[in-house]
Every structure is written in structure tokens, then in C-alpha cells.
């Protein structure tokens, strides 16, 4: 994976979070979300945080894998010529981020966009200065980067997360957004058996950029 190109003149941007939305958990049931079985892989190694630690708990791994419809999501928005980004609430620096964008290369995501040959995070990721409690509603400011880089007015991007809370801040700070529950099955807040972005939630959000 890995081998799509950006679109040069971006129809739309889809935007996702990662964890819970691109990843499922590994307590995710396929009946609940929507599959005849949950992809078993690529593996996201150690993609769930040391901290806080009860999500480890939880799931009884620090492993992820690929959400319902996770690589079929990103693919999706390529093929329509929509460039793909990412705004999470990790910081900058640090192995779990690193880990995870090392797989979200594999998941599809075009080489080069999300990982420098350098190792940090490309210029489709937008993600936080320091670590902090409130960050997953201070995406905003990562989105509106996504959209400034890739010349995509609000009203033609999507984004996607399983934080209801993440949702609503992003759309008050950005008139026009459109926005999607990912990982519906949580009620909108972190669980262990969260299926990540499933097919419906995936053409609920991305059909509402295709109205404008």
C-alpha cells in the first residue's frame, strides 16, 4: 500500500483521526460493526498509547488494527479524487505517533504524505505542539492547515472521529465543516470494542461533501 499519489487538484479533503477511527480495537465485534470479520491486519504495533494505561487494560493489548472500513475509506476518497489527511490529538514527537504513521502507510495512505524519509510526521498530518488533556478538541487549528495546504474550502471536507466531543469543537471553529461519527457503536466516547470508521458512518460523511 502506500503507492497512490495526492491529487494534484484536490475535489475535497477527507480528514481522519486515527485511533478508533482508522483502527478498530481488539474487543470489536464484526456482527456489531458491520462485517463478516474484522480485518486482522497490516498490525498497528504498540499504536495504543502507554498512557493513559487502562486503554491497555481494556483491550488487553497495546495493539490496533485496521478499522471496518478503514482501507477501503482511504482508498475511496483517492480513487474521487479527494486528498486524504490526518489531525490527531498525539504530539508531534513520540514512538506512538511514529508507529502509527508507519502503518498508515501500509493502510494506503500515499508515501511520503504522512512520514518524511526523515521519520516525522508529512505534510498530511496535522497533529499537536505538546501533550495535553484538552487536545483532541484543539483540532481545529490541524484541519484548517490540511485545508490551507491542499486548497480545500470547508464545505468540500470531511472529517471523521470517534470523539463526539472532537466533532463538535472542529465544527464550531470551522463554519462549514462537515463532520462524521466514526466508531459509532462507543456513543461517541473511547471503548475496547470500538470497530473504527464502518462503511456506513464512511458514505454517511463523505456523501455530505458531494451536496456542494
Given at each position: 500500500?502506500?503507492r497512490?499519489?495526492?491529487?494534484a487538484?484536490?475535489?475535497?479533503l477527507?480528514?481522519?483521526d486515527?485511533?478508533?477511527?482508522?483502527t478498530?480495537?481488539?474487543?470489536?465485534?464484526?456482527?456489531?460493526?458491520?462485517v463478516?470479520?474484522?480485518?486482522k491486519?497490516p498490525?498497528?504495533?504498540?499504536?495504543?498509547?502507554?498512557?493513559?494505561?487502562?486503554?491497555?487494560?481494556?483491550?488487553?493489548?497495546?495493539?490496533?488494527?485496521?478499522?471496518?472500513?478503514?482501507?477501503?475509506?482511504?482508498?475511496?476518497?483517492?480513487?474521487?479524487g479527494?486528498?486524504v489527511g490526518?489531525?490527531?490529538?498525539?504530539?508531534?514527537?513520540?514512538d506512538?505517533?511514529k508507529?502509527?504513521?508507519?502503518w498508515?502507510?501500509?493502510m494506503?495512505f500515499?508515501k511520503?504524505s504522512?512520514?518524511?524519509?526523515?521519520?516525522?510526521?508529512?505534510?498530511a498530518v496535522?497533529?499537536?505542539?505538546?501533550s495535553?488533556?484538552g487536545?483532541?478538541?484543539?483540532?481545529?487549528?490541524?484541519?484548517?492547515?490540511?485545508?490551507?495546504?491542499?486548497?480545500?474550502?470547508?464545505?468540500r471536507t470531511?472529517?471523521?472521529?470517534?470523539?463526539?466531543?472532537?466533532?463538535l469543537?472542529?465544527?464550531k471553529?470551522?463554519p462549514?465543516l462537515?463532520?462524521?461519527?466514526a466508531?459509532s457503536?462507543?456513543?461517541?466516547?473511547?471503548?475496547?470494542?470500538?470497530?473504527?470508521?464502518?462503511?456506513?458512518?464512511f458514505?454517511?460523511?463523505?456523501s455530505?461533501?458531494?451536496?456542494?
Amino acid at each position: 500500500m502506500g503507492r497512490l499519489t495526492q491529487p494534484a487538484n484536490p475535489k475535497g479533503l477527507c480528514v481522519f483521526d486515527i485511533d478508533a477511527t482508522l483502527t478498530s480495537h481488539a474487543k470489536a465485534d464484526a456482527k456489531v460493526c458491520g462485517v463478516p470479520e474484522m480485518p486482522k491486519g497490516p498490525v498497528c504495533t504498540s499504536c495504543i498509547g502507554r498512557k493513559p494505561g487502562w486503554k491497555a487494560e481494556m483491550t488487553g493489548t497495546r495493539n490496533s488494527f485496521p478499522a471496518a472500513y478503514g482501507q477501503e475509506a482511504i482508498k475511496q476518497c483517492l480513487d474521487h479524487g479527494y486528498a486524504v489527511g490526518l489531525a490527531t490529538a498525539r504530539t508531534c514527537q513520540g514512538d506512538t505517533l511514529k508507529a502509527r504513521l508507519q502503518w498508515l502507510e501500509k493502510m494506503g495512505f500515499p508515501k511520503g504524505s504522512v512520514m518524511t524519509p526523515m521519520g516525522t510526521p508529512g505534510p498530511a498530518v496535522g497533529c499537536q505542539a505538546h501533550s495535553a488533556p484538552g487536545n483532541k478538541l484543539h483540532k481545529d487549528q490541524s484541519i484548517l492547515s490540511l485545508m490551507h495546504h491542499f486548497k480545500v474550502p470547508a464545505k468540500r471536507t470531511v472529517f471523521f472521529d470517534d470523539s463526539r466531543s472532537a466533532l463538535l469543537a472542529a465544527q464550531k471553529a470551522i463554519p462549514g465543516l462537515n463532520i462524521q461519527q466514526a466508531s459509532s457503536n462507543c456513543k461517541g466516547e473511547w471503548c475496547p470494542s470500538a470497530c473504527g470508521l464502518t462503511r456506513a458512518e464512511f458514505h454517511k460523511g463523505f456523501s455530505k461533501t458531494r451536496h456542494h
